[in-house]
């Protein structure tokens, strides 16, 4: 399941990288990372006793600046009727969310290769075979 959730990632982040190129294609594909990577990110919190350490803090840290971009995003729509700063507001949420969406890539990357990494526990018996001791 890891693995398919960074694969989703990773597709969504470079067909919205290369739709960027038409702005019109690459804020449908900042649409579809916004609505994909906080589900993905309450699938990893529902693994968390399963994560290693580097893993929990980079979720974590992704999780605070996710709650900070949208509490910005919320007020910024309550000050734009006052001070008329639109484009600016529109082009650093743009960047900001493509440099999430590219942290969170990065954060599906370390939760997949991690679980890939571990190792299996041997058993004893495995250890003590006849084989070993005739090498």
């Known amino acids: 399941m890891r693995r398919s959730l960074y694969i989703i990632n990773?597709?969504?982040?470079?067909?919205?990288?290369?739709?960027?190129v038409t702005i019109y294609f690459g804020l449908l594909g900042m649409i579809a990372l916004a609505l994909l990577q906080p589900i993905c990110a309450l699938i990893?919190?529902?693994?968390?006793?399963?994560?290693?350490?580097?893993?929990?803090?980079?979720?974590?840290?992704?999780?605070?600046?996710?709650v900070v971009?949208?509490?910005i995003g919320a007020g910024s729509l309550l000050v734009t009727g006052v001070i008329d700063f639109e484009e600016w507001l529109a082009l650093a949420g743009m960047v900001l969310s493509g440099i999430m969406a590219?942290?969170?890539?990065?954060?599906a990357f370390i939760i997949y290769k991690d679980q890939h990494n571990k190792l299996p526990e041997f058993d004893s018996d495995i250890l003590d075979s006849e084989m070993l001791n005739e090498l």
Not at 44 to 66: D, G, I
């Open 10 to 20: 990773l597709i969504l982040v470079l067909c919205s990288a290369l739709g960027a």
């Open 44 to 66: 990893y919190w529902t693994q968390w006793k399963s994560l290693s350490q580097n893993p929990r803090f980079h979720l974590r840290l992704y999780t605070a600046l996710l």
């Open 69 to 71: 971009v949208v509490l």
């Open 102 to 107: 590219i942290y969170f890539t990065y954060i």
